[in-house]
């Protein structure tokens, strides 16, 4: 599993407060990763969940498990070391990413629950345009005909996730020919656009915010403001 968890969930409150949806739009990486460390490290039992929705900006990342040696020919895309579980993987323009900011807790869901539920949230999204995505045994993540289309990386602290997922969409996979994907050499990756989905990311994004809500019964309310994207804060 690409999971990195440092506390076991416990009993849940009562109720659950809205969820935030915040639109970020394309960002550079860095900042949004930082930006989701501030919030975890601040929250506290009573802060509201969020789900961060982004675009970003070409980027190489390798997981808590990542090897430098599936890097395999980076060229001008840069590569950074981060802190959630899995290995390397690619972000870049036409992927769409969901960054979870959820209190398991309070959901009474564990980490292995979590992660199947962030994949049957895609694999019904697929299935909106006909498209059968199907997951594989010791691989997380969603694939259609052996052909990864979405990846999944996260981090739980204190019984809270960060970091989530990314759902190619409509992109350039050439950069994943330089990396082994995940770790898997020769791994086949595709897109929803490739598959006979939709082109654009407003006709998938709120397709799966829909399906993440109904998986974590989540009451979902968007957000205006955007978090603090800032690196003055960096550890």
Known sequence: MDAVAEDAPVAPAPTLPPCGVRQLGRQPYEPVWR?????????DETTPDELWVVEHDPVFTLGQA?????????????????DRGGQVTYHGPGQLVVYPLL???????????YVCRIEQ????????WNILGERRDGAPGVY?????????????RRGCTFHGLSFNVAMDL?????INPCGYQGLQVTAVLDLGGPSGMQAVTPVLLAQLARQFGLTLQPLDALPDLSLTHAA
Do not use: N
């Open 66 to 82: 990542g090897k430098p040696e599936h890097v395999l020919a980076p060229g001008d895309i840069p590569v950074l070391q981060v």
């Open 174 to 178: 050439e950069p994943f020919h330089r």
């Open 144 to 156: 259609v005909g052996g052909a990864k289309v979405a990846a999944l990386g996260i981090r739980v």
């Open 35 to 43: 930006a989701m460390q501030r919030f975890t490290d601040a929250r």
């Open 121 to 128: 949230a895609i694999i019904d999204t697929l299935d909106e």
């Open 103 to 113: 209190d398991l807790r309070r959901l009474h869901i564990g980490v292995r629950d």
